[in-house]
């Protein structure tokens, strides 16, 4: 058993990330300045997209992006349930109907049968999640937008850098949300960024993202700084901070590194587990490059006397963090009672939730790390597998 607790997560700060926070707090420049234009120019350059616009979570990225297009009361967006939090509630800031989706059998992202299925008339927009990192297929959903006048709003909170079809995420649909919390590939503690090829959606998303305020009155006709401004919309509070932003700037210049050490360690537990039949691990589609966010394996029940939980409170013995991505949205109290759901709704999503464990996936980590998670799991399959086709 390995020496001391492996925690699921640590975020890799370096003294890089330290040395430019404490110059801009000596700066005398806190909220939205030149670090966060730099960020915005850097973001977007790396994507490839016309317009990076920073904000203060993921979550405000999906709020604004939705507003952009113009989702607006009574209106339904399609949403995968096995996600986040963040992806539905955004819909109902805009008093919106959420319309859940089931994912796909043994892949977790978003099913373009079942969104067919879900389309009415009042159909406004689609938010693929590349859950764990792992592209969704954009063409069969930018097919099935196009065909219904849908807007795509991509959540890709998991997908930097990911590339479908060697596009990089961040440039397909109509708009992309990316998210820095404190867990994901690249950090600054609490953020996100916004990318679309589209002026017009940039130009509201930036306005609603302070107060719905416009400088551009000011900016045609006086000198930089000055005291005028008019609201344009009653907007939102999202700005970035310059503190934030200057570590986005070292995070992002580290992006590849982090992605080729998350891509080594998910080849790891690839081979690690690729003899256990009572552990499936997770598939890739061609023509995709995965952003290896989270490595979630599947335990097949049939073969092992212990359920999920019994296997993360034992991997917890052997000094293992682990978690769990997601509970289904339809599983959860609000979503229950409010729409009536019953967990044989979404057969898909509900069946994966029972026997997903996340293992441990970061830079932070060792080689020597992986390899203890490997050997626990192996240990706990060994004691509990049991031959298919016994009871008990
Ligand atoms: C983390 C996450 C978000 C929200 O990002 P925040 O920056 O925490 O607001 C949205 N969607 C998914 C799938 C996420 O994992």
């Known amino acids: ?7 699921f997560h640590v975020p890799d700060i370096g003294e890089e990330e330290i040395q430019v926070v404490l110059e801009t707090l000596r700066s005398g420049w806190l909220t939205t300045g030149p670090k966060v234009k730099q960020f915005e120019e850097n973001f977007a350059k790396y994507i490839g997209a016309r317009h990076a616009i920073a904000v203060n979570s993921g979550t405000a990225a999906l709020h604004l992006a939705l507003d952009a297009v113009g989702v607006k009361e009574g209106d339904e967006v399609l949403v995968p349930t096995m996600t986040f939090a963040a992806t539905a509630e955004v819909v109902l800031y805009l008093k919106a109907k959420p319309v859940l989706v089931d994912c796909q059998p043994g892949i977790f992202n978003i099913d373009p049968k079942e969104i067919e299925k879900k ?10 999640v590349h859950f764990a990192g792992e592209p969704c297929d954009m063409d069969r959903i930018g097919e099935i937008a196009r065909q219904h006048n849908l807007k795509v709003i991509e959540d890709a909170a998991h997908a930097l850098p990911a590339k479908f079809k060697g596009r990089m995420i961040g440039t397909i649909g109509d708009i992309t949300a990316f998210s820095f919390y404190a867990t994901k590939n690249i950090t600054t503690g609490e953020g996100g960024m916004i990318t679309t090829d589209n002026d017009d959606y940039a130009e509201k998303m ?14 045609r006709y ?9 609201i344009q919309y009653p907007g939102y509070k999202y700005n970035m901070t310059d503190i934030a932003a200057a570590m986005g700037i070292q995070q992002l210049r580290k992006c590849d590194r982090f992605w080729e050490i998350r891509r080594q360690y998910a080849a790891l537990y690839h081979d690690g587990f690729s003899d256990l039949p009572e552990i499936t691990t997770p598939v890739v589609q061609n023509n995709v490059q995965h952003a290896w966010h989270l490595y979630v394996i599947q335990l097949d029940l049939e073969r092992l006397r212990i359920t999920r939980n019994e296997f993360i409170e034992l991997l917890k013995k052997e000094n293992i963090g682990t978690s769990v991505h997601f509970i289904p949205l339809h599983l959860h109290p609000y979503y229950r009672n409010t729409y009536g759901f019953k967990p044989s709704d979404f057969p898909n999503a509900t069946g994966a939730y029972e026997r997903i464990i996340s293992l441990p996936l970061y830079p932070r980590m060792t080689e020597d790390d992986v390899q203890s998670v490997i050997e626990a799991v192996r240990k706990i399959v060994g004691q509990y597998s049991k031959p298919i086709g016994s009871s008990g």
């Open 1 to 7: 058993m390995r020496k001391g607790f492996l925690q």
């Open 119 to 128: 389309i009415t008339k009042k159909t406004k927009a689609i938010i693929p």
């Open 222 to 230: 006086t000198a930089e700084g000055s005291w005028y401004y008019e």
């Open 206 to 219: 930036r306005i609603m993202s302070l107060h719905g305020i416009s400088k551009d009155a000011w900016k």
